[in-house]
């Protein structure tokens, strides 16, 4: 039988709101292909409960909202693309409402909160479920728009590079020497399971973020760290991998897996208390709950150490019923199921990894270092978040950012690329120990929890370099002689970016935002990025 292949003028890897924003952008004028590893909302996006920040509320501008950007990102943030993402939200949530999306409204107007490091009322949601609310809308969208192919359970492999017209392969490895560019990528069926070739001139990667790196995570199973990876193997650099947000309050309770305490329960009053009722966040900021992440992150994990304890508790019950039902109905009920009412008694919280503000580097349209290939969303780095990124701005830079790379590809006019080869499976056979990916996958997630969490020393950085080098040459070997499959696909990208983690947290030696290091706790004079590029084994910044 022929080897399966599929040619596209655009391949769009994610199926969340910077995907989904980028297809139907395109969809006009362009045949676009999302490839999507599980089903259609199965990505971080629709977990997303907070909100999408945007001025549009009486009082507020847009340099309010950059300076609050600018502080939460602990000088690192990228001015130029600040200004970018915050001039344009306000005309994405008028795009939204135009689609549908059902946003909470008060008094007829729509109804602002406000999140930890915000000075105003700027965010707008659907009452404690935005990202699901929109991700289901746009997800309609792209499904009765033609021109837009689905591909559910099609797992990114690798991209495939070389000479646009020849298809030749590179000398070097570096992106864009040799006039290589992005041709497409190879794509596991996990009905058929069969690697699949897609062929397109153009490639958009919106794979999301890697919290599954981590052991305690807000992020669903798919946060695997795909498209960060395999930018890299095909030569991309990545920027400022170090800062891994963890989010202060995530449901602490054996069977709420994975469940997040929005930050909104803080905006609207929330307060975060120790076992023995003691409100502690004043001790730490003068913002109290309403500070940045990183700052309520480590002094929930700085009180739960010095105590001794398993958890903290989060407090909203000094509101009323009707109000915590109005504004916090699933969180409510969730709880409810747990045997917590929240409308009387605090709620256990821990921290937990949430958000990558690092990733793939890419510019104001969201090109890479390799022509043809684009990166939006949390897999790319766009100097938005800096070394931290303020709350609720991580859904608008989706949607901004998608719809330049979609406006870059329209404007692009590169024909088709070379005819390209189907993927080898003559050296391969069935795997005889599954149970070595599972080992390895639960090894790497409690270490990397360890020795690379919310604060770092060098000594446990080493340590984890060292273990990861170890796991990386046993799945080299595993990926070289057997099928591939989602598990090992999924488990050969965390440890890549672990080790890209690793790197770049070795190479910051000072303490910024989301990155505190013991051995280095004083705050350089100058903020500069930490890039990591593949022709040379050394960071730069």
Request: aromatic share 6%; net charge negative.
């Amino acid at each position: 039988m022929a080897p399966v292949s599929h040619t596209f003028d655009v391949l769009i890897v994610g199926s969340g709101l910077a995907g989904l924003t980028a297809a139907l952008r395109l969809a006009p004028t362009h045949r676009v292909a999302i490839l999507t590893k599980r089903g259609m909302g199965d990505g971080s996006s629709g977990w997303a409960q907070g909100g999408i920040a945007a001025v549009l509320g009486e009082g507020d501008s847009f340099e309010s909202h950059v300076d609050d950007t600018l502080v939460a990102g602990a000088g690192l943030s990228d001015l130029d693309a600040t200004r970018f993402v915050v001039e344009r939200a306000p005309d994405t949530i008028h795009w939204l409402r135009s689609l549908g999306v059902p946003f909470s409204e008060e008094d007829g107007q729509l109804h602002l909160t406000r999140e930890g490091g915000h000075s105003q009322r700027r965010i707008v949601h659907v009452t404690d479920a935005t990202g699901a609310a929109v991700q289901r809308t746009l997800i309609n969208q792209v499904r009765g728009t033609p021109n837009i192919t689905l591909f559910e359970n099609h797992m990114l492999v690798d991209l495939i590079t070389g000479d646009p017209v020849t298809g030749r392969k590179p000398t070097r490895r570096r992106a864009g020497m040799d006039g290589q560019r992005c041709l497409g990528l190879y794509a596991l069926d996990e009905v058929t399971d069969e690697v699949v070739t897609f062929r397109a001139p153009h490639t958009i990667l919106a794979t999301g973020g890697a919290g599954k790196v981590y052991l305690y995570t807000t992020n669903p199973d798919t946060a695997t760290g795909d498209g960060i990876a395999a930018a890299w193997r095909a030569g991309c650099s990545v920027a400022n991998l170090e800062f891994i947000q963890f989010h202060p309050t995530c449901l602490y309770h054996p069977d709420a897996k994975s469940f997040l305490i929005t930050e909104a329960v803080r905006g609207e009053g929330g307060r975060l208390l120790l076992p023995n009722g003691h409100r502690f966040m004043p001790e730490h900021d003068p913002r109290a709950e309403l500070a940045p992440r990183d700052i309520v992150a480590r002094a929930i994990d700085f009180e739960m150490k010095k105590g001794g304890f398993d958890c903290v508790y989060l407090d909203i019950s000094h509101q009323p019923q009707a109000f915590i039902q109005e504004h916090f109905p699933n969180i409510h009920e969730r709880c409810l199921q747990l045997g917590i009412d929240i409308a009387r008694q605090p709620i256990p919280v821990v921290p937990a990894a949430h958000y990558t503000c690092g990733g793939v580097l890419s510019d104001l349209a969201g090109h890479t270092d390799l022509p043809g290939l684009y990166a939006v969303g949390e897999t790319a780095c766009t100097g938005l978040h800096g070394a931290n990124r303020l709350a609720s701005n991580s859904l608008v830079e989706c949607m901004v950012f998608a719809r330049a790379a979609a406006q870059a590809i329209i404007d692009d006019p590169t024909p088709a690329t070379a005819t390209l080869p189907a993927w080898d499976v003559s050296r391969v056979t069935d795997a005889d120990e599954q149970v070595v990916i599972s080992h390895n996958w639960d090894e790497l997630r409690r270490f990397m929890w360890s020795y690379v969490g919310i604060v770092r020393t060098n000594k446990r950085l080493e340590r984890a370099a060292h273990r990861i080098a170890l796991l990386q040459g046993e799945i080299h070997e595993f990926y070289a002689r057997f099928h591939v499959t989602r598990d090992l696909l999924e488990l050969r990208n965390l440890v890549q970016v672990a080790e890209l983690i690793v790197r770049s947290a070795l190479a910051r030696r000072e303490s910024r935002g989301l990155h505190f290091s013991r051995d280095y706790p004083a705050l350089l004079p100058q903020a500069l990025p930490t890039i990591l590029r593949p022709e040379t084994d050394e960071p730069t910044a």
